[in-house]
């Protein structure tokens, strides 16, 4: 079973500008969350989405949106990138989350985003 | 919101040597536990979980861990590490209603040949 990819891998933008980030869960995987992994603030939630809605939603600005589509792929976007967004973004997928039972979330490679 | 705290920030071993890693988390309800790695140049990869039952939990790659609600803790072992275990390890915690994970700071392990 292939596992969750990010793409691209690798991206250099510049302060003011605005970056697309892609991920694709595995198969069969409905909720997708995301994750900025710092040195400095180590691993911060994001936000989660499921069928297409975001459920959760962690402490950053609204710079940062996401969506999902309905074949579970999401996307997250940062809006006038700053210097301090330099970081890897982590994509996430899992079984899809109901009542009250929780499931393992594996993870993708990342995307090593830098801003100049 | 849970916290998780892990109390080494590294850890130099050499081959052979056991290995515990301590992880703390704050709260009182129930929770989730997990223990993720990340090899160098490689994705963060669970190692193991424990929703309920039996506290003492076994993973992949010889690692284990222990549930001990009185202390908050979820300790990480391994009997006899090896250079590959080189990693970082992050000790991770959800909880109901909104499951969202929360990570510990990690800990860098390194293992001498």
């Known amino acids: 079973k292939a596992g969750v990819t990010q793409t691209p891998r690798y991206l250099i933008k510049t302060r003011g500008q605005q970056v697309t980030l892609s991920c694709s869960p595995i198969s069969g995987h409905r909720s997708v969350s995301w994750y900025q992994q710092t040195p400095g603030q180590g691993l911060q939630f994001l936000f989660e989405y499921f069928s297409e809605t975001q459920r959760n939603k962690g402490n950053f600005p609204g710079r940062f949106s996401g969506r999902q589509f309905s074949n579970s792929r999401s996307e997250m976007n940062v809006s006038t990138l700053e210097l301090g967004d330099s970081a890897l973004y982590l994509c996430?997928?899992?079984?899809?989350?109901?009542?009250?039972?929780?499931?393992?979330?594996?993870f993708g490679p990342g995307t090593r985003l830098t801003v100049t | 919101a849970q916290s998780v705290s892990q109390h080494n920030h590294h850890v130099i071993l050499s081959e052979a040597a056991s290995l515990e890693l301590g992880c703390n988390y704050s709260y009182g309800g129930t929770v989730n536990l997990f223990w993720y790695v990340q090899y160098p140049g490689q994705h963060l990869q669970l190692l193991l979980k424990?929703?309920?039952?039996?506290?003492l939990v076994k993973g992949i790659k010889g690692f284990e861990a222990e549930f001990i609600k009185s202390k908050f803790s979820f300790n990480l072992r391994k009997p006899s590490v090896q250079w590959s275990d080189t990693a970082e390890y992050f000790c991770a915690v959800n909880a109901p209603p909104d499951y969202k994970l929360s990570f510990g700071a990690g800990t860098t392990v390194t293992v001498r040949a």
């Open positions: 424990y929703f309920s039952g039996d506290p």
């Open positions: 996430a997928s899992s079984l899809p989350r109901e009542g009250g039972s929780s499931y393992e979330q594996y």
